[in-house]
């Protein structure tokens, strides 16, 4: 059994009023599994109970509009670095690969202030790529997010 990371994306919708605009939240838990497609499945499982639960609670507001929780799916699975020791202090659990317009955007990322920022996470089935990081040195896996890839490697 290893641990993965998945992340699950859920956003806000007004109950009776239309949207332009969405408030996603992404949702990162711990899951034992014997792979990544496992690891998928008990997510999706979680979020969707999860979902169900908060349902029944019609007092959620969303800028004082009655509003609901949804789960939108499972973005990626993440197999944490050291997959086969429970993850505790310091333990890298997963990620997300970001492209920035410039330097300065990065310190604003940082910062807390408001960026455009792309989300790169569409990693092509078994890309090798190094990993340069001193704690690790060593070569990992990444592989495709979600329930098409057998094994999603750590970073």
């Excluded at 989300?119 to 070569?139: C, K, M």
Aim: hydrophobic residues 35%; proline residues 3%.
């Amino acid at each position: 059994m290893s641990w993965y990371a998945a992340h699950l994306i859920q956003y806000f919708k007004y109950r009776r009023r239309r949207q332009r605009s969405f408030l996603v939240w992404e949702n990162i838990v711990l899951i034992r599994a014997r792979n990544a497609e496992e690891a998928h499945d008990k997510a999706e499982q979680i979020a969707r109970e999860e979902e169900a639960i908060l349902d029944k609670d019609k007092s959620l507001r969303l800028k004082g509009h009655p509003a609901k929780l949804l789960f939108a799916g499972v973005r990626k699975v993440v197999e944490c670095v050291d997959p086969d020791r429970r993850p505790g202090d310091g333990t890298e659990v997963s990620y997300t690969e970001m492209v920035l317009p410039s330097e300065k955007a990065v310190h604003q990322l940082v910062a807390g202030k408001s960026v455009a920022v792309r989300i790169d996470d569409g990693f092509a089935d078994e890309l090798q790529v190094a990993v340069d990081a001193p704690r690790r040195g060593s070569v990992a896996r990444r592989t495709g997010s979600g329930r098409d890839s057998a094994e999603n490697g750590s970073r």
